[in-house]
Nanobody, 132 residues
Framework: QVNLVESGGGSVLTGGSLRLSCAASGYTHTNLCMGWFRQAPGKEREGVAAIYPGGGSTYYADSVKGRFTIFQDNAKNTLYLQMNGLKPEDTAMYYC?????????????????????????WGQGTQVTVSS
């Protein structure tokens, strides 16, 4: 069982930055694929970024490419999402997620995008609000 706990959300003005963190525990292998999702009220959950450290690969949705960076600190078992150039449309609850078949998942993500159905473990979410 993989446990994920997000933190770092908050309220910022347009153009501001936030760094989200996701502390992971409870896993015994390194073949994890991890990702960040977001869900705004009345909208579907959207996958924004994914990382497979085992293959050194990342993926970003077009909506955040060039503004968000996903990275991982293995020594701290922590996943991060650095968000720069924030816009009001980035306002959402942000979720950290993980899946066991890292290499297989990243192949699927590269072809199909960051799909929620690929991930089996989820955090509780952290709210990001961007105001103009």
């Amino acid at each position: 069982q993989v446990n994920l706990v997000e933190s770092g959300g908050g309220s910022v003005l347009t153009g501001g930055s936030l760094r989200l963190s996701c502390a992971a525990s409870g896993y015994t292998h390194t073949n994890l694929c991890m990702g960040w999702f977001r869900q705004a009220p009345g909208k579907e959950r959207e996958g924004v970024a994914a990382i497979y450290p085992g293959g050194g690969s990342t993926y970003y949705a077009d909506s955040v490419k060039g503004r968000f960076t996903i990275f991982q600190d293995n020594a701290k078992n922590t996943l991060y999402l650095q968000m720069n150039g924030l816009k009001p449309e980035d306002t959402a609850m942000y979720y950290c997620a993980a899946g066991d078949d890292g290499s297989g998942m990243m192949n699927a993500i590269q072809a199909l995008g960051v799909l929620a159905g690929l991930f089996g473990y989820w955090g509780q979410g952290t709210q990001v609000t961007v105001s103009s």
